[in-house]
């Protein structure tokens, strides 16, 4: 494949699609969102991974856009059902935003680190929605691609082994490292 814009937050899941990406496409580029997040320095460590790799990083900053300020120690607010840490609207947004901007550099291809069993409305039928919106949107083909949707955790962590980047995600990146006992 060509070109792709991979969403980099700096935590586990976002750092192993980045290490996805670079062995499937010939060009990538990174975008993180400072949207008022508590763990600001996931931002730095998925700079510091951009720069170790070669890769262009931009962070766009998303702040009053999308509501930050549910406090993930209690129980969601407004439907009990969901995690604490959920913010609505987020990913809707930030696929948006990649979107456009990748859009005016030629790039069709999104790789976002979303995965059902987070819920948080990271379903493939939501996936699917954006992905037709979008290219309607933009009247071109885009393709996001989510390439842990389908995976526990411990299958992540193995992915992540098999594309030789568990090391950085260990030791240089702002993960929940709650995972790791699994054997690979």
């Known amino acids: 494949m060509s070109s792709t814009t991979a969403m980099l937050s700096g935590g586990k899941d976002s750092t192993t699609c980045l290490y996805w990406v670079l062995a499937k496409f010939n060009h990538v580029e990174a975008i993180g969102f400072d949207y008022g ?19 262009s990083y931009t962070i766009i900053d998303l702040k009053g856009v999308v509501d930050s300020q549910q406090d993930v120690s209690v129980q969601h607010t407004i439907n ?14 930030f696929l948006s935003v990649t979107a456009g901007l990748a859009y005016n550099k030629h790039i069709n291809n999104i790789v976002t680190g979303v995965c059902q069993t987070d819920y948080s409305g990271y ?16 009247d071109s083909e885009i393709k996001i691609h989510t ?9 992540t962590w193995k992915m992540a082994k098999g594309l030789g980047c568990l090391e950085v995600i260990i030791h240089q990146t702002h993960t929940d490292l709650q995972w790791l006992p699994y054997r690979f």
């Open 123 to 138: 379903r493939r039928d939501f996936i699917v929605f954006m992905e037709n919106s979008l290219s309607l949107a933009l």
């Open 37 to 55: 997040q508590k763990h600001l320095i996931e931002l730095k460590t998925a700079q510091q991974s951009c720069h170790n790799l070669g890769i």
């Open 147 to 155: 390439p842990l949707m389908y995976l526990t955790k411990a299958e």
């Open 80 to 93: 009990p059902d969901l995690p604490s840490a959920f913010t609505a609207g987020r990913n809707a947004v």
